[in-house]
């Protein structure tokens, strides 16, 4: 991963915050022995087509598109991982995260293709979400984690219920 | 709490939906031998220094002002509850949700004032907010819950780690 640690690791914030919303080449990937530039964005000009494509990967219920949008739209940050085949983007990494803007963020919806798990894409999308919602200055970063992915977030920096603080969940289905 | 069941529990969403942010009397309690009319608003002009009172009440750290007007504005929904002393507002409770306006909302800064604890506002406060939330079709409503106060929560359908999922939090301190 050079190209990672020549963007991020690297550069200052102030370089950062100036290219927050461009396209960032993260990484290199042998992928069906072609190698292929893998980029990052901020950007929220997402295709929902090509999202609902890429949460059908992972097995997901399928959700209304235009609901889908409007989460979108009231989103604090959208963040993509995709490359470009033929000049076309085909998206293989997703997140987002809600947001008062000020202490709170709650991560959604984090996905990679399954093609291109396993080679290190979920940490630097999810490194790349967590240091920008620091440069926003929100303190606060919380997520509701399935069991088979705790320990991807522990490795991470999450902690899980600290001091006792227990996720809770209210179901329309229950009442 | 005669009021409380003329105004929501037998009402239609339509009523519910065109009052939803005028200032709706909700019970009728005695504190310190005079009888209190106790008022819900989803009104959002909450006045802050009104606000910092009241979280002083219950012993939250201080935070910024101006961080919590802008986490207001940002904030999907916010609900208090109040009476009026000599025509002036006298907040004595207050939660908030952000929310993508879609699929989730988190629920923070639930707060009653100690001295009307106990006498079922914040299981009005809490279920006033849910319903405002399912009105506008949210169908996960999620928080995070101190160890204290998860019977609470619990006894208002709020499931703890349901499916095994857990509450994951990123703090600045740890890196």
């Given amino acids: 991963m050079v190209f990672w640690s020549f963007f991020f690791n690297n550069t200052k914030n102030e370089y950062y915050k100036k290219n927050n919303k461009e396209t960032l080449l993260i990484t290199e990937l042998n992928h069906n022995n072609k190698i292929l530039k893998v980029y990052l964005s901020f950007e929220n000009n997402i295709n929902m087509l090509e999202l609902e494509k890429l949460c059908d990967t992972v097995g997901w219920v399928r959700r209304p598109i235009t609901k889908v949008k409007i989460a979108l739209e009231n989103s604090f940050?959208?963040?993509?991982?995709?490359?470009?085949?033929?000049?076309?983007?085909?998206?293989?990494?997703?997140?987002?995260?809600?947001?008062?803007?000020?202490?709170n963020a709650t991560i959604w919806d984090v996905v990679i293709h399954p093609e291109f798990q396993k080679k290190g894409l979920g940490k630097i999308l999810m490194n790349q979400l967590i240091k920008e919602l620091r440069y926003h200055e929100i303190s606060t970063i919380t997520l509701f984690?399935?069991?088979?992915?705790?320990?991807?977030?522990?490795?991470?920096?999450?902690?899980?219920?600290?001091?006792?603080?227990?996720?809770m969940f209210w179901y329309p289905i229950q009442n």
């Avoid at 963040?79 to 293989?92: A, C, R, V």
């Avoid at 984690?145 to 996720?167: C, N, S």
């Fill in 77 to 103: 940050l959208i963040i993509s991982i995709f490359y470009y085949n033929n000049h076309k983007k085909e998206l293989i990494g997703f997140a987002r995260a809600t947001s008062d803007n000020s202490f």
């Fill in 145 to 167: 984690a399935d069991p088979q992915v705790i320990k991807f977030y522990t490795h991470l920096g999450f902690l899980m219920d600290p001091d006792g603080v227990k996720g």
